[in-house]
């Protein structure tokens, strides 16, 4: 399963990088927008939050979000998949509730949204690097398994 997961990360860079082209996997779906004159400008934050934040409900604009649900897999353990998920949601919606405290006032929280998105194509360029990272690290377990495998039989065997 981890050649699996470093084979699919080393694809996903390919397409980060525009060295192929194909469809993410997602669901094409925005959050609603009734859910701020519903529930509230804090509360519908906190719904469009998880909403965006776990990934499955919207848009997937990049592989990375595909290589966690794959190692989440890969592990197995319902446990470390989901605070594997927690921690990408914690990456996901940390920016949008510090970026505001670092403001001095109205009108610098108006430039915000220029001041803290990059390019287009520099995020996907770190997002590659990301990935080409993954398919190392899922590569790195997978012959590890192998090797513990092979001691394994190994030491079964009566010399």
């Known amino acids: ?14 397409r980060e990088w525009d060295c192929i082209r194909f ?6 779906r925005q959050t609603e927008r009734y859910w701020a004159h519903e529930f509230g400008f804090l509360g519908a934050s906190a719904m469009w939050g998880l909403h965006i934040g776990f990934g499955f409900a919207t848009r997937i604009t990049y592989g990375g979000f595909w ?4 190692i989440a897999l890969a592990v197995g353990d319902p446990g470390y998949g989901a605070l594997l998920m927690l921690v990408y949601w914690l990456g996901r919606a940390s920016p949008v509730w510090i970026a505001p405290r670092l403001t001095k006032s109205a009108s610098d929280a108006a430039q915000l949204p220029s001041a803290v998105l990059v390019p287009q194509s520099l995020y996907q360029r770190i997002v590659g690097v990301s990935l080409l990272w993954s398919a190392a690290v899922a590569m790195a377990l997978a012959m590890q398994s192998q090797f513990q ?6 030491s079964g065997f009566r010399w």
């Open 1 to 14: 399963m981890f050649y699996f997961v470093g084979l699919s990360a080393l694809l996903l860079a390919a």
């Open 67 to 70: 290589i966690l649900v794959l």
């Open 149 to 154: 495998e092979g001691c394994n039989l190994l």
């Open 23 to 28: 469809h993410l996997p997602e669901r094409k």
